[in-house]
C-alpha cells in the first residue's frame, strides 16, 4: 500500500504558466481533498470529490480546477498561476466524509 | 476570523517539560481530530474525539473535548524532541460534513 502519493515533490512556475499537481491513492477510498498550506499556517480546503465524476469547491478554489474521472486520481489544475499560489499542496483522502483523512507528503510550489 | 482558533501559535520547551495547546470555538462540532505534522511531511492524525467532556491518552499525551464540544485541548507529559512538529486540529461542525483545520500550534522541544 502506497497510500497517497503526489507527483511532483517541488515545481517553479514563472507567472502565467499552467501546470497539473497529480495525486493517486491506492486505499480505494472515495473521498479526496485538495488543500494548501501557506508557511506557517494551517491547511485550507481547495476543492473535494465524495466520488469518481463529482467535485465541488472549497474555502479557497479561484484559479484552480480538478476533474476526478477515476476513484484513483484526483488531478488539480493551475490555470494562468500567480504568486498567490506560491504554497504547499497536500492532497489526501478518507474512507467516509469527516473521518480520518490520509495526506501526500506534498507539492511545494513557488510562482516568481 | 478563523473557525477554529489554536493557542499559542509557538511554543518553544525544554525536554522533560510539559505543554498544553488549545483549540477553540464558538461552535458545536460532531468530532474533533487532532493531527502532528513534521516538517516536509503530510499531517498523521492523532486522535478523534465524538463526546463532550471525552479524555483519550496516547502513551505521553492527553487529549480533551469540551462538554459543550466546543473546545479542545492536548496536553503532553515529559516533552521529548520527537514531539517537535505543527499540531493541528480540525472538526466538522455539527449538521455539517466538511472538515475545518485549525491555524496549528508549532512546538519545538530543545534537547
Known amino acids: 500500500n502506497a497510500g497517497v502519493t503526489q507527483t511532483p515533490k517541488f515545481r517553479i512556475l514563472k507567472i502565467g504558466q499552467s501546470m497539473t499537481l497529480q495525486c493517486t491513492q491506492d486505499?480505494?477510498?472515495?473521498?479526496m481533498y485538495w488543500y494548501r498550506q501557506d508557511p506557517g499556517m494551517g491547511l485550507k480546503l481547495i476543492y473535494y470529490s465524495v466520488g469518481a465524476g463529482i467535485t465541488d469547491k472549497g474555502e479557497v478554489p479561484n484559479g484552480y480546477n480538478v476533474s476526478r474521472s477515476t476513484t484513483e486520481d484526483f488531478p488539480l489544475r493551475l490555470e494562468l498561476a500567480a504568486p498567490s499560489q506560491t504554497s504547499v499542496y497536500f492532497c489526501?483522502?478518507?474512507?467516509?466524509?469527516?473521518?480520518?483523512?490520509?495526506f501526500g507528503p506534498g507539492t511545494r510550489l513557488t510562482v516568481t | 476570523t478563523q473557525l477554529l482558533e489554536q493557542s499559542p501559535q509557538f511554543l518553544s520547551i525544554q525536554e522533560g517539560e510539559n505543554l498544553t495547546v488549545y483549540c477553540n470555538s464558538s461552535s458545536v462540532f460532531s468530532s474533533l481530530q487532532w493531527y502532528r505534522q513534521e516538517p516536509g511531511e503530510g499531517p498523521v492524525l492523532l486522535v478523534t474525539v465524538v463526546t463532550g467532556g471525552e479524555v483519550k491518552k496516547l502513551k505521553r499525551l492527553t487529549f480533551q473535548f469540551g462538554d459543550a464540544r466546543k473546545d479542545s485541548s492536548l496536553h503532553i507529559t515529559a516533552a521529548q524532541p520527537g514531539d517537535t512538529g505543527l499540531y493541528l486540529c480540525a472538526a466538522i461542525k455539527a449538521a455539517g460534513n466538511k472538515l475545518t483545520f485549525g491555524g496549528g500550534t508549532r512546538v519545538l522541544v530543545k534537547p
Open positions: 489526501a483522502s478518507s474512507f467516509i466524509q469527516g473521518y480520518e483523512q490520509y
Open positions: 486505499m480505494n477510498h472515495n473521498y
